[in-house]
C-alpha cells in the first residue's frame, strides 16, 4: 500500500482483468455495503420522525394509510412497511417501536443491533 500527501494509507489499485467477490471488494475498499448505510440512516430517520409531535406532516405521512381499493397485484413498497419488516425480523412492533424511539439512547442500541443483524439477503 502507499501513501497518499494526507498520511492516509491507500489501497493498491485493483484491475478490471482480476476477478474479486463484492464482499472482498468492499473489505479491500474498508467500506461497509451500501444496504448497511441505508438500512441505518433509514432507521435513524424513523426514530426523528417518531420523536416529532402527533401532528407534524412527516409523522402523520409516515403513519398513513390509504382508504379506499388499490389496484391488482402486488401492494407498493413503502417506508413504513418496510420498517415494520425490518422490525419483525428483531423481533418489535411499530408500538413498541414508537416507545422505544422516545428513548435516544436506547433508540441508538436498536438501530445498531438492526444493522448488526443485517437483513436476509446481506451478509
Known sequence: MSKSGRGQKVP?????????????LLEHCQQE?????????????????????QNAIT?????????GRRKRGRPMTTWRRTAEADAATMGQSWGTLRTLAQDREKWRDFVAALV???KKGSE
Open 116 to 118: 448488526a443483524h443485517g
Open 12 to 24: 493498491t489499485r485493483i484491475f478490471w482483468p482480476q476477478r474479486i467477490s463484492n464482499e472482498e
Open 59 to 67: 409523522r402523520v405521512a409516515v403513519q398513513w394509510k390509504p382508504e
Open 33 to 53: 455495503s451500501i444496504e448497511k448505510i441505508l438500512v441505518e440512516r433509514r432507521w435513524k430517520w424513523v426514530g426523528h420522525v417518531l420523536r416529532k409531535s
